[in-house]
């Protein structure tokens, strides 16, 4: 009789074994399934928008450790850390400007707080850390969708001209003639790409339901040349085709305009009033 109990025991105990065996690979199955999703998911954030200092997308990625301390440094709450299936890296900060855009602190906390040199002082600094100068960050660049922004249609708005902390630099306002009216003029924004830090406040301050000016990353706002063009008026790419020396290509600036460029003959002789 007691055999027959101890077989009985030792078959429950076998199934038992082999069960959570079973759910133990099923779990290891369904870890590696999300922590692969996480992993994928890690390896393309195109869009995501870093705090000030950030490296190049993928130098950023390799040296940010997740630790959370620059979001804990932002007094505005401006930065996030991205949860699971939200697009970016899990546990990089990132920032939305629609919702916060990033206020300039002088002191620029979250670049202070950054432990690894993901968010490196030298590319917020004058002097390569020493003084820090916010106006030098570059979180990203602001683009205009002039098909949506009111002003292009005509009707008086500067919001985000008026937002930018970086006034009459980072966002300009050019006059043109409004072709529809014929006899009004608008005042249409325009972004200084070299100027513009990227903080997101003309975005913020965009009165229209989806905002006509917003914050991309760099490599996604802007072209590129490439190299196989040169700016022989520039010195400073004028060395990269002539590193020995020599002056830039000068260009005489009489500050004639075009007709008169035209009219004074200098493509083609003079121009005959017969």
């Known amino acids: 009789m007691s055999g027959a109990k101890d077989m009985d025991r030792n078959e429950t105990g076998r199934r038992e074994f082999f069960s959570r065996l079973a759910r133990g690979a099923a779990a290891a199955v369904a870890g590696g399934v999300v922590w692969g999703g996480l992993v994928r998911e890690g390896q393309n954030a195109p869009l995501a928008l870093r705090p000030p200092g950030a490296l190049s997308e993928s130098e950023f990625l390799?040296?940010?450790?997740?630790?959370g301390l620059c979001v804990e440094a932002c007094?505005?709450?401006?930065?996030?850390?991205?949860?699971?299936?939200?697009?970016?890296?899990?546990?990089?900060?990132?920032?939305?400007?629609?919702?916060?855009?990033?206020?300039?602190?002088?002191?620029?906390?979250?670049?202070?707080?950054?432990?690894?040199?993901?968010?490196?002082?030298?590319?917020?600094?004058?002097?390569n850390g020493r003084t820090l100068d916010v106006n030098q960050t570059r979180i990203g660049l602001a683009v205009?969708?002039?098909?949506?922004?009111?002003?292009?249609?005509?009707?008086r708005c500067d919001a985000c001209y008026r937002a930018c902390p970086l006034i009459d630099k980072a966002i300009t306002l050019e006059h043109t003639r409004n072709e529809r009216t014929?006899?009004?003029?608008?005042?249409?924004?325009?972004?200084?790409?070299?100027?513009?830090?990227?903080?997101?406040?003309?975005?913020?301050?965009?009165?229209?339901?989806?905002?006509?000016i917003f914050v991309l990353p760099h490599e996604v706002a802007l072209g590129k040349v490439g190299d196989n063009y040169v700016r022989g008026w520039d010195?400073?790419?004028?060395?990269?085709?002539?590193p020995d020396g020599g002056a830039a290509d000068q260009v005489d600036q009489s500050g004639?305009?075009?007709?008169?460029?035209?009219?004074?003959?200098v493509l083609g002789g003079e121009v005959d009033d017969d």
Do not use: F
């Open 62 to 67: 390799a040296k940010c450790i997740r630790c």
């Open 75 to 127: 007094p505005y709450d401006t930065l996030q850390l991205a949860g699971p299936g939200s697009g970016e890296p899990t546990g990089t900060p990132s920032l939305k400007p629609r919702e916060v855009p990033c206020y300039l602190c002088t002191d620029i906390p979250c670049t202070v707080a950054c432990p690894t040199g993901a968010l490196d002082l030298a590319l917020v600094s004058t002097d």
């Open 144 to 155: 205009m969708d002039y098909h949506n922004c009111i002003a292009a249609w005509g009707l």
């Open 182 to 212: 014929g006899r009004h003029a608008m005042l249409l924004p325009k972004v200084q790409t070299d100027v513009c830090t990227g903080c997101g406040l003309c975005e913020r301050a965009c009165i229209v339901e989806e905002a006509a």
């Open 235 to 242: 010195e400073v790419d004028q060395q990269r085709v002539n």
């Open 256 to 265: 004639a305009g075009a007709l008169d460029y035209l009219n004074d003959g």
